[in-house]
Nanobody, 110 residues
Framework: VQLQASGGGLVQTGGSLRLSCAVS????????MRWYRQGPGNQRELVAS???????DYADSVKGRFTVSRDNANNTMYLQMNSLKPEDTARYYC?????WGQGTLVTVSS
């Protein structure tokens, strides 16, 4: 299984970014997918998760600002991030079962 995250970058406070995670090699299994992040000096934390059927869950810190979704036909997961804050600055990782992508860096300037 391979995961490739993309879409990170530098954005000002209040701005938006959309992250993508392309997954390959799953063999058709239908497991949950997750976004995690790790900021400077912090532990990796769960940001959002989405089931194969589209049910979602979010960390309290991003509820109402982030939206996770997945396109099962194209084996891709997304994270739409709005109203970004400096504390959202982190490397964002996508996760599928025990597999991880390399992460994509999001930097929010104040």
């Amino acid at each position: 299984v391979q995961l490739q995250a993309s879409g990170g970058g530098l954005v000002q406070t209040g701005g938006s970014l959309r992250l993508s995670c392309a997954v390959s090699g799953t063999g058709g299994s239908r497991l949950d997918m997750r976004w995690y992040r790790q900021g400077p000096g912090n532990q990796r934390e769960l940001v959002a998760s989405v089931t194969f059927g589209g049910s979602t869950d979010y960390a309290d810190s991003v509820k109402g600002r982030f939206t996770v979704s997945r396109d099962n036909a194209n084996n891709t997961m997304y994270l739409q991030m709005n109203s970004l804050k400096p504390e959202d600055t982190a490397r964002y990782y996508c996760n599928y079962y025990v597999y991880w992508g390399q992460g994509t860096l999001v930097t929010v300037s104040s």
